[in-house]
């Protein structure tokens, strides 16, 4: 009688375990897809208002896709708290846009879907807008080379740069946030500001 009920424990116990491994098994699969979904598109982002001095705040627009939503969202980046980012706002547009560009008078950004060019003004409300204020060159990369030993080399303002970043292989761009040494860093799923020295 002792040997049975030990044998109903063992068994009890066995069918716990292969619950908890499938269910296990299973969070970890659909974790897993909700990072690829999260990740199979890049992100992607223009300067829109340039830092002139220390207490002015560069604002930068990005494209992420967060739990299958298109996002477009404006961060400003404190130079009095560490470049801080903070997001100031944000709205879900249709589908993942091929480029973002700067305004050439107004702190919004343009973006292109499926070849159709919007205006977000700086509350990130679509606004009616002549083309002539896209500022075509505002996603232009500052020129980079990746180094052999890991290091990524800038040339800015006559002057060359090496820097070290986690990732490297992974910069999509290079911005300039100010008129002295703070870049942007555009990588795949990630972005960084950056002070050279």
Request: without cysteine.
């Amino acid at each position: 009688m002792n040997v049975m009920n030990e044998t109903n424990r063992q068994r009890a116990t066995r069918i716990t375990i292969i619950f908890l491994s499938i269910i296990l098994v299973g969070i970890g699969f659909f974790l897993q897809q909700k990072e690829t979904e999260n990740t199979e598109y890049e992100m992607k982002a223009v300067v829109i208002h340039r830092s002139e001095k220390l207490e002015d705040s560069p604002i930068v627009a990005v494209y992420r896709r967060l739990n299958g939503k298109h996002l477009l969202i404006l961060y400003e980046i404190d130079r009095m708290d560490k470049n801080r980012f903070k997001a100031i706002k944000e709205v879900e547009i249709d589908n993942e846009p091929i480029r973002l560009l700067a305004d050439r008078n107004k702190n919004g950004v343009w973006t292109l879907v499926q070849k159709k060019w919007t205006f977000y003004n700086a509350k990130l409300i679509k606004e009616k807008r002549d083309k002539f204020y896209r500022d075509d060159h505002s996603n232009k990369t500052l020129p980079y080379r990746l180094e052999s030993d890991g290091k990524v080399k800038i040339q800015l303002k006559n002057e060359s740069f090496q820097f070290e970043i986690a990732d490297y292989e992974n910069i999509t761009g290079i911005y300039s946030l100010s008129d002295g040494n703070l870049l942007f860093v555009l990588l795949k799923n990630d972005i960084k500001v950056l002070v050279l020295k």
